[in-house]
Nanobody, 131 residues
Framework: QVQLVESGGGLVQAGGSLRLSCAAS????????MAWFRQAPRKEREFVAA????????YYADSVKGRFTVSRDNVKNTVYLLMNSLKPEDTAVYYC????????????????????????WGQGTQVTVSS
């Protein structure tokens, strides 16, 4: 398994920016799809963004498209989520997740938005956007 630790969360004003980091240890994330999910109070955990194992493809929920950018640095074994133009509705606990694709899903562009497809999770980091 991969151990994941998120950092970079905090309190920010609406319209501001924040960059989250997800540091991995235990094994390289080079062959993992990496994703970010978030969970707001009284809501289900939802998909935010993902990046294919190759780093060549990124995917975003409609609610964050154009504002958030996911990236990865396999040398540093770290995944990032740059959040711009933050809105109060972005307030949530943000989780980093790793998915090791099974045989048949080794495409360089493969990813999943399904919560239970991910094998490892971080502890989460709180992002609060004030208005």
């Amino acid at each position: 398994q991969v151990q994941l630790v998120e950092s970079g969360g905090g309190l920010v004003q609406a319209g501001g920016s924040l960059r989250l980091s997800c540091a991995a240890s235990g094994r390289t994330i080079s062959n993992y799809v990496m994703a970010w999910f978030r969970q707001a109070p009284r809501k289900e955990r939802e998909f935010v963004a993902a990046i294919s194992w190759s780093g060549g493809s990124t995917y975003y929920a409609d609610s964050v498209k154009g504002r958030f950018t996911v990236s990865r640095d396999n040398v540093k074994n770290t995944v990032y989520l740059l959040m711009n133009s933050l809105k109060p509705e972005d307030t949530a606990v943000y989780y980093c997740a790793a998915d090791l694709p099974k045989p048949g899903n080794y495409s360089a562009s493969y990813y999943s938005r399904v919560l239970h497809d991910y094998d490892d999770w971080g502890q989460g980091t709180q992002v609060t956007v004030s208005s």
